[in-house]
């Protein structure tokens, strides 16, 4: 039994999502979501809601007991780059890349 929820188009940096899915993966439902709760990182409210999100769907499956789930997968992957420019001295420009992510979580049953 896995189930799964998805977050696509996170206009966080895949890189910032990476720092704090690292501590939540292959970790049980409840610490997951007292860790995202408490943390100052801006990519944990985000990750806490695909949590609950996550817990929705697999409590929609007969048998489950939800004290038994945990993290067995989360993958964040890189999603499309918006391209902005900023007007600088002299005439010229700078590129701005607003950055997005992926992100797709697997809970399992121990």
């Known amino acids: ?3 799964q929820a998805t977050l696509r188009y996170l206009r966080i940096s895949a890189r ?3 720092a704090v899915a690292a501590a939540v993966r292959g970790v ?7 860790y995202l709760n408490f943390s100052q990182r801006g990519s944990a ?7 609950k999100s996550a817990i929705v769907n697999a ?3 007969k048998g489950v007991d939800i004290d038994k789930l945990y ?15 900023m007007p600088r001295a002299k005439g010229s420009a ?3 890349l607003k ?12």
């Open 1 to 3: 039994m896995s189930k």
């Open 16 to 18: 910032k999502v990476r």
């Open 28 to 34: 049980a439902v409840g610490k997951a979501m007292d």
């Open 45 to 51: 409210k985000p990750l806490a809601k695909l949590l």
């Open 59 to 61: 409590s929609q499956e």
């Open 71 to 85: 993290v067995k997968e989360l993958q964040v992957n890189v999603g499309p780059t918006m391209k902005r420019w």
């Open 94 to 96: 700078t590129q701005i």
């Open 99 to 110: 950055r997005t992510s992926h992100v797709t979580m697997v809970l399992g049953e121990k």
